[in-house]
């Protein structure tokens, strides 16, 4: 991956309202809108929730 590749996830993310953070805050730092110390305090201070799958209500694995 590389700056190319950041561009380009960062903007498919948002066109299909994918929430992607860490895409987010890296592009970010290349176009120059945050310092990378505040995009790893923006990080750092985000709630915590589900990360995976198996982490959400209602998630079985005998269905996979």
């Known amino acids: 991956e590389?700056?190319?590749t950041a561009f380009i996830v960062h903007e498919i993310a948002e066109?299909?309202?994918i929430s992607m953070p860490i895409t987010?805050?890296?592009y970010s730092v290349l176009c120059g809108a945050h310092t990378p110390q505040e995009s790893?305090?923006?990080l750092m201070n985000?709630?915590?929730k589900a990360e995976m799958?198996?982490?959400l209500p209602?998630?079985?694995t005998e269905n996979f």
């Open 58 to 60: 209602g998630y079985e």
């Open 53 to 55: 799958e198996n982490d």
């Open 2 to 4: 590389g700056i190319r």
């Open 40 to 42: 790893l305090v923006s």
């Open 15 to 17: 066109r299909e309202g």
């Open 24 to 26: 987010s805050e890296v």
């Open 46 to 48: 985000r709630a915590k």
